[in-house]
């Protein structure tokens, strides 16, 4: 299995909605991703995680919460997002723990709509 | 921090030609430089990378060259195929640095 998935993707959600982006892989990563990807430009590194621990955080709003279960799993909790924040959100896994020179493996992303 | 700069931002050739695809970046530190290729409604996946102590490298279709000296690395696509249309970004990175460094993507488009 070489894939990243993520659910769901698609999602729209008001401004006062609570909602979770999930993101699931099982070749053994250690480090898992969040990026935001407006259109047309590249994407954003918002979060790192690092051997299950949140090791880079991009100054992201406090309205975009992390979290990493397991080695395999990785959810962006979504709380009183503002329409500026739609976008693609991408999650991504490496084989070590973050090294940024390592190969970055993709999920298709969760298009996310906030109305 | 790094500045990737990536050219042209759009790029359309005739099926069967090549496509050349130009990065710049400012720190010279960095000593990896993947590519990756974006299709429409996908997330973006790594085509083929390089590392600084290598001056070219080549899978197939596709090539890598890297110049060291001048700051710049490019992405050669030869006998292009519709299937290649897509959007690339080139980026760059350097060991402990706590983040990859995007170009602003090309639209490359092979007219059948």
């Known amino acids: 299995d070489t894939e990243v998935t993520q659910t769901p993707k698609h999602l729209v959600m008001g401004m006062t909605n609570k909602k979770s982006l999930k993101c699931e892989q099982h070749m053994g990563h250690r480090a898992m991703y969040w990026y935001k990807q407006k259109a047309k430009k590249p994407p954003e590194l918002m979060f790192v995680y690092s051997y299950e621990k949140l090791s880079i955080n991009e100054s992201v709003p406090s309205r975009f919460s992390p979290e990493c279960p397991n080695s395999s799993l990785l959810n962006l909790h979504l709380h009183a997002l503002q329409p500026e924040d739609s976008a693609l959100y991408l999650c991504?896994?490496?084989?070590?723990?973050?090294?940024?020179?390592?190969?970055?493996?993709f999920g298709s992303g969760t298009q996310l709509s906030v109305l | 921090g790094e500045n990737v700069e990536q050219h042209p931002s759009t790029l359309s050739v005739q099926e069967g030609d090549s496509a050349v695809i130009k990065c710049t970046y400012s720190?010279?530190?960095?000593?990896?430089f993947p590519w990756y290729k974006q299709e429409l409604g996908k997330g973006p996946q790594l085509i083929i990378d390089?590392?600084?102590?290598?001056g070219e490298k080549k899978d197939q279709r596709i090539a890598v060259t890297l110049n060291k000296t001048a700051k710049h690395f490019s992405l050669h696509i030869t006998e292009t195929q519709p299937e290649d249309s897509a959007v690339y970004f080139c980026?760059?990175?350097?060991?402990?640095?706590?983040?990859?460094?995007f170009g602003t993507g090309t639209r490359l488009t092979v007219i059948p």
């Open positions: 980026a760059a990175t350097s060991t402990g640095a706590n983040n990859l460094f």
């Open positions: 991504a896994s490496s084989l070590n723990g973050g090294a940024t020179n390592e190969k970055l493996f």
């Open positions: 390089i590392r600084s102590n290598v």
């Open positions: 720190d010279s530190a960095s000593n990896y």
